[in-house]
């Protein structure tokens, strides 16, 4: 399996700054052959089924607002959030879609 | 409206059996795999298995192979995710989610809950 690992597990961060969490898996999710990263990010609220948010590693899903921005290529990733709003409070997920199991990692929780 | 309806909450007894299921509508159902993730309480996301309603091809997670078998019905444009045996650590929520780039759309999530 390909295990991804986050960090931080949580992280404190005052409105309208900037929030970054970081993704690793254990091998690449690069696929040569079309030069894409098999990434996704999500965001899940209390009580909600998750949001993705952001696909091959950088292409933001319809709808979602542009201060959430993805990126990293191979096997490091990064979220970015450039300025924090209340409602992105919320545990953040990336996932690997390149083979099965579709792992995903641990999650990091977004506070204020 | 593209959209994934997930069946209600059930409380169960160890032993018993239990299929919940994940009703598609809104797009061709026999195109995109459909995949379930289950989330213990208080825990992350476990992605647990996927098929494909055109050919019914599935894969599973190796740590859940054998003890959740999915389905498809593409009559009815429903998924269908079934124990034969619970267990108390089966007790969880279970979300159904269609694989396109990503998991793009996901049902409301159905809670299972196994005690004696």
């Known amino acids: 399996d390909i295990v991804m690992t986050q960090s931080p597990d949580s992280l404190a961060v005052s409105l309208g700054e900037r929030a970054t969490i970081n993704c690793k898996s254990s091998?690449?999710?690069?696929?040569?052959?079309?030069?894409?990263?098999?990434l996704a990010w999500y965001q899940q609220k209390p009580g909600q089924p998750p949001k993705l948010l952001i696909y091959w590693a950088s292409t933001r899903e319809s709808g979602v607002p542009d201060r959430f921005s993805g990126s990293g290529s191979g096997t490091d990733f990064t979220l970015t959030i450039s300025s924090l709003q209340a409602e992105d409070v919320a545990v953040y997920y990336c996932?690997?879609?390149?083979?099965?199991?579709?792992?995903f990692g641990q999650g990091t929780r977004l506070e204020i | 409206e593209v959209q994934l309806v997930q069946s209600g909450a059930e409380v169960k007894k160890p032993g018993e059996s239990l299929t919940i299921s994940c009703k598609a509508s809104?797009?061709?159902?026999?195109?995109?795999?459909i995949g379930w993730v289950r989330q213990m309480p208080g825990k992350g996301l476990e992605w647990m298995a996927i098929?494909?309603?055109?050919?019914?091809?599935?894969r599973y997670s190796p740590s859940l192979r054998g003890q959740v078998t999915i389905s498809a019905d593409r009559s009815v444009s429903t998924a269908y995710l079934q124990w034969s045996s619970l267990k108390a650590s089966d007790t969880a929520m279970y979300y159904c989610?269609?694989?396109?780039?990503?998991?793009?759309?996901w049902g409301q999530g159905t809670t299972v809950t196994v005690s004696s």
């Open positions: 098929i494909h309603p055109g050919d019914f091809d599935t």
């Open positions: 809104g797009y061709s159902f026999t195109s995109y795999w």
């Open positions: 996932q690997q879609y390149y083979a099965t199991p579709k792992t």
């Open positions: 091998q690449s999710v690069l696929y040569s052959s079309n030069n894409k990263n098999y």
């Open positions: 989610a269609r694989q396109n780039d990503g998991m793009d759309v």
